[in-house]
């Protein structure tokens, strides 16, 4: 069988463009609202084995709080409703907390409880 492209071929240089790099828009966490640091998760607010399909940007320890505080069944529930997330005590404990940090900060959080 025919490859449609040849396996040595050349490859097309793309000049760098910093006017395009400017021109982004800053992305904010979906949860917390800060902005992006070098990490970004794209994260299913309805998880994809309940049928979720969207992908919101997030910071890993955003990630892992909700994670940490909600089964699969509860986030499918509440959706691409933040509000309800910001609801739970813990959650909102933690995003108040978290508001004061840099955008790349990192720390351990809490185990998932069984």
């Known amino acids: 069988m025919a490859r449609k492209h040849p396996k040595q071929g050349s490859y097309e240089i793309v000049p760098e463009d910093n006017e395009a790099e400017a021109q982004a828009p800053d992305l904010a966490c979906w949860l917390c609202g800060r902005p992006m640091g070098t990490t970004t998760v794209w994260?299913?607010?309805?998880?994809?084995?309940r049928g979720g399909r969207d992908v919101v940007p997030m910071h890993p320890i955003c990630q892992q709080t909700l994670i940490t505080n909600f089964t699969n069944s509860e986030l499918q529930r509440h959706g691409m409703d933040v509000g309800a997330l910001l609801a739970n005590?813990?959650?909102r404990k933690f995003v108040d907390w978290v508001a004061t940090k840099e955008p790349d900060f990192t720390a351990t959080t809490a185990k998932k409880r069984r």
């Open 89 to 91: 005590p813990a959650v």
């Open 43 to 49: 994260h299913h607010p309805v998880p994809k084995s």
